[in-house]
Each structure stands twice: as structure tokens, then as C-alpha cells.
């Protein structure tokens, strides 16, 4: 299956389209209007990781649809084995966001989106502590240091679904250029060490040795 398809009832798909970290210029909100009117049930879908569904899609008009999805300059993804699109909340343009996280979260977007993995592998960037529940809910989650100034706070091995888990604090806050070494250094971790399905919770947990390397790791970053 197409990365970005998702198959629905009664065989009919959604198509999943990536904004920019959860922004969508209004040109092109107008053209997946246009796109879900004529391929969809004129319904779009807004997820929890800012990307929407252009649901409905007829399996015999499917492949019609990619095309005119990529043709639209839509980016089609999100789905599959890989690093998902990174999720931001709206500390950018919100009072109480600390920076800019809009920024950062298009940073590592741009450096890990669509990575292969062994399962599905989650990256947050979150601007106050209001967001540390969403922030302990990802493979990673990062969010401003509560200690030190101008650093941030790791969560790594969240997760959702059936079976909720929090994701523990490194306890090394990190300076903004060292957090894309750390994520390198955890998704290396995982391809190494996990079979699909597991995700990363799961290889961590099963080789406890696993999160003091990353510990150790974090500690040599922040020196």
C-alpha cells in the first residue's frame, strides 16, 4: 500500500496529507477542498499529529486521486513503519509558548520524516508545561527544561493506543543544537535493536541496559 492510504469501510481509503508541522497555507486548504469534492465525501479529517484525512476515496478511483494529490503539491505520507510527521503544539504564536516551536518542530521534521523503522516512531515538540502530558505521550517528546534556562527536556518511549505508556525523563537537559545528535542517537538504538511490531517502549524495556546508554549518551552531550 502507498504510503499516506489508508484503507476505510466499505473499500473505500483515506488519503493522509502532511502540512508543514501542522500549518496549512490557505491555497492549500482550497485545493484539498477542490481535491476531496471531487475524488472524496467532501469531508476532510483534521488528526492529532496536524495532518489531515481526505476521506472516502473510491478504491477505483484511487490511484486518479495520488496523482492529483502530487500534482496539487500535497505531500501524501505519515503512515507506515517510518518516522511520522513531527507534531507541534502552538507555542509559536501562543502566550504562554517559551520559543519558537514551530521552528524547531520543522527542523526535525525535515531531518527525520520518513525514516524506516522497525514500527512507528513519534517525535513532539511542545512549547510550556501544559503540554507535559502530550509530551511524555511520544517516542520522544521535547519541551522546555524546568530547571535550566534555555534547554530542553527529553521524554523518550510513549505511547498511546491500547496500552498507554508514559515516557521517562532523561534527566540531562540538552541546548537546542544537541537534540538532533539525540534523536539520531535513539532512532540508531532502535533499528538496531527492534523487530517488527515493537516499538521503541518495547525494545527499551526489554534491554533495560538500553536506557543507560542513553543516560550516558545525553551526558556526554551536555558537557
Known amino acids: 500500500m502507498t504510503l499516506g492510504v489508508l484503507p476505510q469501510k466499505n473499500n473505500r481509503y483515506a488519503l493522509r496529507i502532511l502540512g508543514s508541522c501542522g500549518e496549512f497555507t490557505s491555497e492549500e486548504l482550497l485545493r484539498l477542498s477542490e481535491l476531496t469534492a471531487r475524488f472524496g465525501s467532501g469531508r476532510i479529517t483534521a488528526t492529532s499529529r496536524g495532518t489531515v484525512e481526505l476521506n472516502g476515496v473510491a478504491e477505483s478511483e484511487l490511484k486518479a486521486a495520488i496523482e492529483a494529490v502530487q500534482a496539487a503539491k500535497l505531500r501524501l505520507g505519515g503512515t507506515g513503519a517510518t518516522v511520522r510527521a513531527v507534531v507541534a503544539c502552538k507555542g509559536t504564536d501562543?502566550?504562554?509558548?517559551?520559543?519558537?516551536?514551530?521552528?524547531?518542530?520543522?527542523?526535525?521534521?525535515?531531518?527525520?520524516?520518513?525514516?524506516d523503522v522497525p514500527k512507528k516512531f513519534k517525535i513532539g515538540v511542545f512549547g510550556c508545561p501544559n503540554s507535559l502530558g502530550k509530551a511524555m505521550a511520544q517516542d520522544v517528546g521535547i519541551m522546555p527544561s524546568f530547571t535550566e534556562t534555555g534547554k530542553f527536556e527529553i521524554y523518550i518511549g510513549g505511547l498511546l493506543g491500547n496500552r498507554p505508556v508514559q515516557g521517562k525523563r532523561i534527566p540531562v537537559p540538552l541546548q537546542e543544537d544537541r537534540l538532533v545528535d539525540a534523536i539520531k542517537y535513539i532512532l540508531d538504538i532502535y533499528k538496531a535493536n527492534g523487530i517488527y511490531p515493537q516499538r521503541l517502549r518495547a525494545v527499551l524495556d526489554n534491554k533495560t541496559e538500553l536506557w543507560q546508554e542513553i543516560n550516558c549518551y545525553f551526558e556526554s552531550l551536555a558537557k
Do not use: S, W
Open 94 to 115: 501562543c502566550r504562554k509558548g517559551m520559543f519558537d516551536v514551530h521552528t524547531l518542530a520543522c527542523k526535525l521534521d525535515e531531518e527525520f520524516y520518513g525514516i
